[in-house]
């Protein structure tokens, strides 16, 4: 057996902090509960990765560690399926909790039951046929299967992300900050998926291998970024899942008119002039519908077709309106811009500057110069 070194030292300490957060997590009350449970998951997956890896490097040649290692490979199907998961139940809200079809463990039982078939050799004749060759097509087309796969769950990932985009801007009049968290995932995770590809292309078709760039080095490093994402979960606050859309039955006709269409106009202005809803920087379609006693759908509507404007420009601009206000006023004298910029209900010093230069074209400080001009 291989003496104890500091990989293996490195691979125990990753281990162990896997499963402590897989727990920790859980303990974490109401803070998208849903998504840190698939989390949670994830991570224990991880913790097994890296297991069936500390065992190869302590000792590759055990027959049993021989055989764990390739049924923990199976797991690397599972991955994909649950980043999705993931991604689906923290910024989505469903009325009955979601879950993946059947359909996206295909691969994971396609593995398994390749691992089975391994069983019908015994440990030396697979290393023979390992050393003569005579697996490289079965290896091939499984780590090809895998990576393909892997990209293809990344890619329905980034599709859940171009929704929430555009669903942010129809329910909130702010913006979380949860686009930048989901991409930097979903980029790293991709950054791995191309170091694998490199090392793929090296051993079958180069005939070269890598220790640093290699299967095992990147799927290690995958769990060890797994590891980074539940950390940051133990400080993520709790996120406003979106509704998910419906298919509009017919775009063209008219959800309200006439007299009713007047009076929800008339309190939508009552509401935003009189008693300036929009202070309220946490705002979100559903309270204003509330505020207004009718559906998000007819509020949507009404701002879709009578303002042209999604819900999240229809509030910021009276937000920035109030902001200039203030300017005028001359109480960017005694406050600063942030602060004047929160008292106009703004919630980031972001979406501030963002809301500002679609509306006034400038920023703040040149548009104070210029009033200082005149």
């Not at 509330?290 to 420009?313: A, G, I, M, Q």
């Not at 679609?358 to 040149?366: A, E, G, I, K």
Request: aromatic residues 18%; glycine residues 4%; positive net charge.
């Amino acid at each position: 057996m291989q003496s104890f070194e500091i990989i293996h030292f490195i691979l125990f300490v990753g281990i162990s902090q896997g499963f402590f957060l897989a727990i920790v997590i859980q303990v974490i009350q109401n803070k998208n509960k849903l998504a840190n449970r698939t989390l949670s998951l994830i991570l224990i997956i991880a913790c097994i990765m890296l297991t069936g890896r500390f065992f190869f490097t302590i000792n590759s040649s055990h027959k049993v560690l021989f055989r764990l290692g390739l049924f923990v490979d199976t797991l690397i199907f599972v991955f994909g399926p649950l980043l999705y998961l993931y991604y689906r139940r923290l910024i989505f809200s469903d009325s009955v909790k979601y879950k993946l079809p059947y359909s996206n463990f295909i691969p994971a039982v396609g593995m398994l039951i390749y691992h089975f078939w391994t069983y019908q050799y015994s440990y030396e004749e697979f290393v023979i046929l390992a050393k003569t060759g005579k697996l490289t097509i079965p290896f091939l087309i499984i780590e090809t299967a895998g990576i393909l796969f892997n990209f293809y769950c990344c890619y329905r990932c980034f599709q859940l992300i171009r929704i929430y985009q555009k669903e942010e801007k129809k329910n909130l009049s702010f913006s979380q900050n949860l686009v930048s968290f989901l991409i930097t995932i979903l980029a790293t995770v991709a950054l791995f998926l191309l170091l694998w590809i490199i090392s793929y292309v090296s051993y079958y078709f180069l005939g070269t291998y890598s220790p640093f760039i290699s299967y095992n080095s990147i799927w290690i490093a995958v769990s060890v970024f797994i590891y980074v994402i539940g950390f940051y979960s133990l400080k993520q606050p709790d996120f406003f899942r979106m509704p998910i859309a419906k298919k509009k039955s017919n775009t063209g006709k008219k959800r309200i008119e006439g007299l009713a269409l007047k009076t929800l106009a008339e309190s939508l202005e009552k509401l935003m002039v009189n008693e300036k809803i929009y202070l309220d920087h946490k705002l979100t379609l559903v309270e204003l519908a509330k505020r207004l006693n009718t559906s998000t759908n007819n509020v949507s509507w009404l701002l879709n077709n009578n303002h042209k404007s999604t819900f999240y420009d229809y509030v910021n601009q009276y937000r920035v309106k109030e902001f200039i206000k203030k300017i005028q006023n001359g109480e960017h004298h005694n406050h600063t811009l942030f602060a004047l910029s929160m008292d106009s209900g703004f919630s980031s010093k972001s979406t501030f500057n963002k809301a500002f230069k679609m509306f006034v074209n400038d920023t703040p400080s040149n548009y104070i110069k210029k009033l200082n001009v005149v």
